[in-house]
């Protein structure tokens, strides 16, 4: 007779953590409560790592950076209530940023389920508009629901699965056979066909002046060693969204700048040399191709169609798996254009010299993002929170290795840099890792430095504090608003010597600064260096 969960002593929180423990999750985030400490504790028997935050929504933002560095869906556990809706802010980033997670939330019992109760609310409901998929966990499905979750998670475009758990589903003995705790793989999208891979020749063949357009969907191909000889070889001038950066190292000679970001207008102003743009991976939840596409003809490779509006004219689209499309790029001939490689080096340094300005006396933030990068290996990964800085770091920092740059950009929420660090150093923990965020997001996000401590990881925390909500200052003052609920401190303000047990050093100069990495990076801990920077830079180059 096959021997089956319940024979074993087991119960269904063991099935689910055994099944996730074979898929590859390492750890899981959250917040203990009485409804989930059965499936922690299946957790610890399973050889899975239970990683405690100060809030539900770091949690969220630990499994996405997990899943989107490990390919494994990362997974999230918060009790049912406050802590699930606490979850959503980071299962949304998922959600729009494209990471596979699952996530998990404890329920009332089953009997209760359509009860007004205590902190119960339809958390299938609350999910459903974040996730690819809700499960309510039932007897006698455990497993197969666990896997297909799974599996959801993965397939393209991947992104977060919700779970919810009964209390007493979690608790009770299953009858299910132990030969079901495989996991299933992703479904593969339709291979590039011939046809369609002639359509980009012609499109190739018609224009003087074409561009790439790489979105951040080109990391999942596997194939980016062929991304950049296509692009060679047509001698392609390429830009990225934010997510983007590293697909191809940013001190190739045919990179061009990043859109949507600082000095938007200046690349912009670039491409409105161009006669046709080649999209390549491209995700609109970064920012659309209407917001900043010049009025030429769009050919558009990814594994779903181009999301436009009327005014695009969408010239040629190959859709299905983005890898096969990027091999069979790299067989078509070579075209004469007319770009040339000392306008395309002008470009560059005129984009460069652009951002480096001092508006006002003091240290100002782009000095801080150079002198970071000077002191980072190429390989470290920066992860970078939401603000007026983002737009710098995504047209000044320059990112050579793929997914070395790690930002919230499709849901676009502050607070993210701290966990997105954490799960990054528990992720790759032979690398480098910092964080780049302003003083607003540290505010958001203050209690994951406890989180820092209690991991003990060596990451840098470095705060751009200029005292303002930037972003929202130059947008108020761009339509002549008065300057209302953005101001954070005053410019005498002293950062303290430590939060929660990590330890601060300030900056005011860039010596200062220059100092404090080299402390940083000596020790064997988790560091906080305060840049105390100024805020004017940003009404000149966010919208130039």
């Given at each position: 007779?096959e021997?089956t969960?319940?024979?074993?002593?087991?119960t269904?929180?063991?099935?689910?953590?055994?099944?996730?423990?074979?898929?590859?999750?390492?750890y899981?985030?959250?917040?203990?409560?009485g409804?989930?400490?059965?499936?922690?504790?299946?957790?610890r028997?399973?050889?899975?790592?239970y990683?405690?935050?100060?809030h539900?929504?770091a949690?969220?933002f630990?499994?996405?950076?997990?899943?989107?560095?490990?390919?494994?869906?990362?997974?999230?556990?918060?009790?049912?209530g406050?802590?699930?809706?606490?979850?959503?802010?980071g299962?949304?980033?998922?959600?729009?940023d494209?990471?596979?997670v699952?996530a998990?939330?404890?329920?009332?019992?089953?009997?209760?389920?359509k009860?007004?109760?205590?902190?119960?609310?339809?958390?299938?409901?609350l999910?459903?508009?974040?996730?690819?998929?809700?499960?309510?966990a039932e007897?006698?499905?455990?497993?197969?629901?666990?896997?297909?979750?799974?599996r959801?998670?993965c397939?393209?475009?991947?992104?977060?699965?919700?779970?919810?758990?009964p209390?007493d589903?979690?608790?009770?003995?299953?009858?299910?056979?132990?030969?079901?705790?495989?996991v299933?793989?992703?479904?593969?999208?339709?291979?590039?066909?011939?046809?369609a891979?002639?359509?980009?020749?012609?499109?190739?063949?018609?224009?003087?002046r074409?561009?790439a357009?790489?979105g951040?969907?080109?990391?999942?191909?596997?194939?980016?060693?062929?991304?950049r000889?296509?692009?060679?070889?047509q001698?392609l001038?390429?830009?990225?969204?934010?997510m983007a950066?590293?697909?191809?190292p940013e001190?190739?000679?045919?990179w061009?700048?990043?859109?949507?970001r600082?000095?938007?207008?200046?690349?912009?102003?670039f491409?409105?040399?161009?006669?046709?743009?080649?999209g390549?991976?491209?995700?609109p939840?970064?920012?659309?191709?209407?917001?900043?596409?010049?009025?030429?003809?769009?050919?558009?490779?990814?594994?779903?169609?181009?999301?436009?509006?009327?005014?695009?004219?969408?010239?040629?689209?190959?859709?299905?798996?983005l890898?096969?499309?990027?091999?069979g790029?790299?067989t078509?001939?070579?075209?004469?254009?007319?770009?040339?490689?000392?306008?395309?080096a002008?470009?560059?340094a005129?984009?460069e010299?652009?951002?480096?300005?001092?508006?006002?006396?003091?240290?100002?933030?782009?000095e801080?993002?150079?002198?970071?990068?000077?002191?980072?290996?190429r390989?470290?990964?920066?992860?970078?929170?939401?603000?007026?800085?983002?737009?710098?770091?995504?047209?000044?920092?320059?990112t050579?290795?793929?997914?070395t740059?790690?930002?919230?950009?499709?849901?676009?929420?502050m607070?993210?840099?701290?966990p997105a660090?954490?799960?990054?150093?528990?992720?790759?923990?032979?690398?480098?890792?910092?964080?780049?965020?302003?003083d607003?997001c540290l505010?958001?996000?203050?209690?994951?430095?406890?989180?820092?401590?209690?991991?003990?990881?060596?990451?840098?925390?470095?705060?751009l504090?200029?005292?303002?909500?930037?972003?929202?200052?130059v947008?108020?003052?761009?339509?002549?608003?008065?300057l209302t609920?953005?101001?954070?401190?005053?410019?005498?303000?002293t950062?303290?010597?430590q939060?929660?047990?990590?330890?601060?050093?300030?900056a005011?100069?860039?010596?200062?600064?220059?100092?404090?990495?080299?402390?940083?990076?000596?020790?064997?801990?988790p560091?906080?260096?305060?840049a105390m920077?100024?805020?004017?830079?940003?009404?000149?180059?966010?919208?130039?």
């Open positions: 007779m021997p969960a319940q024979s074993q002593g087991l269904n929180a063991d099935l689910i953590a055994r099944t996730l423990r074979e898929a590859g999750v390492r899981c985030f959250g917040i203990p409560s409804q989930v400490l059965p499936l922690i504790e299946a957790m028997r399973a050889g899975i790592e990683v405690l935050v100060s539900e929504g949690a969220g630990m499994a996405d950076v997990m899943g989107r560095l490990t390919g494994i869906p990362g997974a999230c556990l918060a009790t049912l406050p802590g699930a809706t606490n979850m959503t802010t299962v949304g980033n998922a959600w729009l494209r990471s596979p699952l998990i939330t404890g329920q009332v019992p089953a009997a209760q389920l009860r007004r109760v205590q902190m119960r609310i339809d958390q299938q409901d999910f459903r508009p974040l996730t690819k998929a809700t499960f309510m007897p006698g499905r455990v497993t197969a629901t666990v896997r297909e979750a799974m959801l998670a397939a393209e475009p991947p992104g977060p699965v919700h779970l919810d758990l209390e589903v979690a608790l009770a003995a299953p009858a299910e056979p132990l030969r079901d705790l495989t299933a793989g992703a479904a593969l999208l339709p291979l590039t066909g011939v046809l891979l002639a359509g980009v020749g012609r499109a190739l063949q018609q224009a003087r074409p561009v357009a790489i951040f969907g080109v990391f999942r191909s596997g194939q980016l060693e062929a991304l000889r296509f692009l060679e070889r001698n001038p390429f830009v990225t969204t934010m950066k590293g697909a191809v001190d190739h000679p045919l061009a700048g990043v859109i949507g600082a000095r938007r207008k200046t690349v912009e102003t491409l409105a040399r161009a006669d046709l743009v080649i390549i991976g491209y995700d939840v970064e920012i659309n191709y209407e917001e900043w596409m010049p009025k030429v003809p769009l050919v558009h490779l990814d594994g779903e169609p181009a999301d436009v509006d009327g005014t695009v004219n969408v010239a040629h689209q190959v859709v299905g798996d890898a096969s499309t990027l091999v790029l790299e078509l001939p070579p075209r004469p254009h007319h770009w040339k490689g000392d306008e395309l002008a470009f560059r005129h984009l010299a652009s951002l480096r300005l001092a508006p006002g006396d003091g240290f100002q933030p782009w801080a993002l150079d002198l970071l990068r000077q002191a980072l290996p390989d470290a990964i920066v992860t970078c929170d939401v603000g007026a800085h983002t737009h710098l770091v995504a047209t000044q920092w320059r050579y290795l793929p997914r740059l790690l930002v919230s950009n499709g849901w676009s929420s607070g993210y840099g701290i660090a954490l799960a990054a150093k528990l992720a790759c923990p032979d690398r480098e890792v910092a964080c780049v965020m302003g607003g505010l958001m996000m203050a209690g994951e430095m406890a989180t820092a401590r209690r991991l003990g990881r060596k990451v840098l925390f470095v705060v504090n200029d005292n303002w909500l930037a972003l929202i200052k947008k108020q003052e761009r339509r002549k608003y008065g609920g953005v101001q954070l401190g005053e410019t005498n303000y950062p303290p010597d939060y929660f047990g990590v330890p601060c050093r300030a005011r100069t860039p010596a200062d600064f220059r100092a404090a990495l080299q402390w940083a990076r000596a020790a064997d801990g560091t906080v260096v305060e920077v100024r805020p004017e830079l940003y009404s000149e180059i966010l919208y130039g």
